[in-house]
């Protein structure tokens, strides 16, 4: 009988950053021979990325901030079988959990979450406590059991990584914009960060196999969140 741990991480990732960094944890938990179903959520009516416009950024944003549900497609039967642990994972959307995301929460947290060991991950620009404080608050609504948190925010300072991720949702090119270049050099996760997030999972699926407690892994590393 195969014993090693199973793994629902459900995701959904509009510029790729979040993407990335699951497939950097997935490697690390397949590295320690943790079984895992990655479930990506999928919207009834699929988002543009870029935006195209700052107009259509700003409405997004406001539309998030207030948080706005996107439908989704249902998910797949293998969401159904039994985990033992399952990842949420999504970027921060005006300081809120993304639409998708809380589009799954409304619909499938009762049946999928209810007492199951729960890890977030955020990928974000920075502002990510409202978004971690307003996620842990569902899920206990579902009767979920957040255990931990994984946060990864972009590496670049402030005001400029603000500025940089609008400007890039909006269709522009911050990295070649005479103000901002200097400051903003690429918008998204590092390959140091990717690394990191493949350390992660391998430091997960090892406490997994060894039957120990996820709450004390300490994933506030200054690469993570610089």
């Known amino acids: 009988m195969d014993h090693s741990p199973h793994i629902l991480i459900i995701s959904y990732s509009l510029s790729g950053q979040t993407k990335n960094l699951l497939s950097a944890l997935i490697a690390g938990l ?34 998030t901030f207030m948080r706005q549900r996107l439908a989704i497609q249902p998910l797949t039967a293998q969401c159904d079988q039994e985990y033992d642990l399952v990842i949420i994972a999504g970027p921060t959307w005006s300081y809120q959990p993304s639409g998708p ?10 049946r999928l979450l209810h007492h199951k060991a729960v890890i977030p ?11 971690l404080w ?10 979920a059991q957040p255990i931990n948190a994984i946060i990864f925010s972009h ?5 400029w990584r603000t500025l940089g991720v609008f400007f890039k949702l909006s269709g ?3 990295e070649k914009m005479p103000l901002l270049k200097r400051h903003y050099h690429r918008y998204g996760h590092a390959r140091k960060q990717l690394a990191k997030a493949e350390e992660f999972g391998r430091r997960i699926g090892a406490q997994l196999k060894a039957k120990q407690s996820l709450a004390h892994l300490d994933f506030h590393d200054p690469i993570a969140l610089p």
């Open 30 to 63: 397949d590295s320690t021979g943790c079984h895992v179903h990655h479930e990506r959520l999928q919207p009834v009516k699929p988002l543009r990325f870029p935006f195209g416009s700052v107009a259509k950024t700003v409405e997004m944003m406001l539309r």
């Open 101 to 110: 995301i809380l589009a799954f929460l409304d619909r499938d947290g009762s």
């Open 155 to 159: 590496p670049a300072k402030e005001p």
């Open 134 to 143: 307003g996620l842990k608050r569902l899920l206990k609504r579902y009767q």
């Open 121 to 131: 991950l955020i990928s974000c620009r920075g502002y990510w406590r409202m978004h």
């Open 172 to 174: 522009r090119y911050p």
